[in-house]
């Protein structure tokens, strides 16, 4: 049961262009998401988060938006640069202490961005 | 340290042999996870440590697999009898605290068993 999920395997864009990844979660009980970044051989790492009661947070080229009623989510990236080539991960946590924090992931979307 | 690091980076065991992965968290971060990742595929959650406790090994997928964070730092994730399906990258991850959502990931050790 994939309660997080990013259908698009991959994206292909011109460097300077828009970045748009989206991300759709089933469990209504998720209460912050967060995007991952990945390069090979390298853990992921954090790169933007939006809490359940925003449906927007922006950091310099990144911006996530969360529309909860469709639970669905993106991570826009503007301008893309090649530098951004890397698999994607969007990640969601669950409200309420005993969750912890652990975070349920969705399978990726490899981004490549041509110079 | 600068970050969270582990060892192994790669491990090659051979079906039937016990391994173990060590993790390093960030210096005073309480929270510890463990997940696996298959290839081609997101992380998925194994354990929980809060400081030296296991709080949660809800995702562990069988008995051969066990873990534990004795001080309350370092964390040991051992695999008994290594099983062909055990192939993955193992990945560890720390946070501040619990309720702190941004949790900051190793390297990974990637594990493959032959």
């Known amino acids: 049961d994939q309660q997080v999920k990013q259908n698009s395997p991959s994206l292909s864009v011109q460097e300077g262009r828009i970045s748009i990844l989206n991300c759709d979660y089933t469990?209504?009980?998720?209460?912050?998401f967060l995007w991952y970044k990945k390069y090979p051989a390298e853990g992921p790492t954090f790169l933007i988060s939006?809490?359940?009661?925003?449906d927007k947070n922006e950091d310099g080229r990144f911006t996530v938006f969360l529309n909860k009623s469709a639970k669905h989510l993106s991570l826009h990236i503007v301008p893309s640069q090649p530098g951004d080539s890397a698999v994607y991960f969007c990640?969601?946590?669950?409200?309420?202490?005993?969750?912890?924090?652990?975070?349920?992931f969705g399978q990726g979307t490899i981004l490549t961005v041509h110079p | 340290g600068a970050g969270v690091s582990q060892s192994p980076r790669y491990k090659v065991a051979k079906r039937g042999q016990d391994v173990a992965l060590r993790c390093d968290p960030i210096?005073?971060?309480?929270?510890l996870f463990w997940y696996q990742q298959a290839l081609g595929q997101g992380p998925e959650f194994l354990t929980y440590?809060?400081?030296?406790?296991?709080?949660?090994k809800s995702g562990l997928p069988s008995d051969r697999f066990f873990a534990e964070r004795p001080e309350g730092s370092v964390s040991t994730l051992k695999i008994q009898r290594t099983q062909q399906e055990d192939s993955a990258v193992y990945l560890c991850?720390?946070?501040?605290?619990?309720?702190?959502?941004?949790?900051?990931f190793g390297p990974g050790t990637r594990l493959t068993v032959t």
């Open positions: 990640a969601a946590s669950l409200a309420g202490g005993t969750s912890y924090g652990k975070l349920t």
């Open positions: 939006i809490s359940s009661i925003k």
């Open positions: 210096s005073g971060h309480v929270s």
């Open positions: 469990n209504s009980m998720f209460d912050y």
């Open positions: 440590f809060q400081n030296e406790a296991q709080l949660d």
């Open positions: 991850a720390s946070s501040l605290a619990p309720g702190i959502y941004e949790q900051y």
